[in-house]
């Protein structure tokens, strides 16, 4: 795999994940390379570059792609950038990360293909800016779609030149293609297309990577409108971060995506619905040692109230605290 192959597979959204970074709904970090409490870092993911705009920052003047990016975040070779990569593509086993001094933790293991999903999540997020409808569904919901993490899918991931045995393959295991046993015009085999017209959202494990993902049509608002992959498993937007003071649930994944947080101690989680409050969302809750305040943002309606009232009690013996 070429450089200029890594640099159109690999966002630099992604690499910012990968190191914990959030972008504010500006497309703005805080810049980890010199002390910096006001975001002076611009993201540009149309590009797929960022800029600092600091004279204070050893980068200052120097636009940034994922290659320079990895490298000077870990402080390592243009080499080892680059195998670092294709490892965050899949591609190749991992290399020591200099830069982490914590303790890796294991993850379970789990029945889907993370790196697969990271690209195929990359590919609906270019997506996405090519559809004026997506655009437009995200706007009336008031999402803004350059900071927020989500994409389109325009179901046509597995036409033409991407089309491949291996992709028609993941497709099938990972279940964003169906096999209904029918043929297409040209005698090939079709294939139903999984959320197909919806906005993508991705669900994270612990150690952040991508092992679900949520559908939300942008074409039906009565029936059948929420989609998620099969085995459903993470969460949206991840895990809280350790020092999390106040948590916010809400009762679905549009609603935490609509929360704009400026407070470094306050973390929003989306719950599935009003009976959605998952072991995998309790586990996360119980990990956070700083925490002291658990906030109820669901909707206003007898459901909404019903589930705060059955949670509320629940919670409170678990973190009396």
Known sequence: MDISEIKSRLSLES??????????????????FHPDRTPSLQVYPQTNTAYCFSSNCKTHGRSMDVIDFIMLKEGITKHEAILKAQNL???????PSI????????????AVDTAFLERMFSYFRNGLFNSHPALDYLDSRGLDAKSLEVGFNSGQFHHGQRKSDTLIH?????????DKGQKSKTGDKAYSVFGN????????????????????????????KHYY??????LYPGYPAN????????ESIIDA???????????????????????????????LSCLEEIVFAFDNDPAGDTATRKYTPQLQQLYPN
């Open 89 to 95: 593509l899949g591609e190749v086993p991992a290399i």
């Open 257 to 287: 995506a609509s929360f704009a947080l400026v407070e470094p101690d306050t973390s929003v989680l989306a719950c599935y619905g009003t009976n959605g409050l998952t072991p995998e969302h309790q586990e996360a809750i119980r990990s």
């Open 197 to 224: 017209k919806c906005v993508v959202f991705p669900l994270r494990n612990k150690e952040h990577q991508i092992v679900s993902l949520y559908f939300r049509s942008i074409t039906n608002n009565d029936h059948q």
């Open 229 to 234: 992959l099969k085995n459903r498993s993470g």
């Open 15 to 32: 690499v910012l994940r990968h190191y914990g970074l959030r972008m504010d709904r500006n497309s703005r970090i805080c810049c980890p």
């Open 99 to 110: 830069s982490v001094s914590t303790p890796v933790v294991k993850a379970e293991p789990i």
């Open 243 to 250: 020092d999390t003071r106040i948590l916010i649930l809400t």
């Open 170 to 178: 993941q497709c099938l295991e990972s279940g964003l293609l169906i």
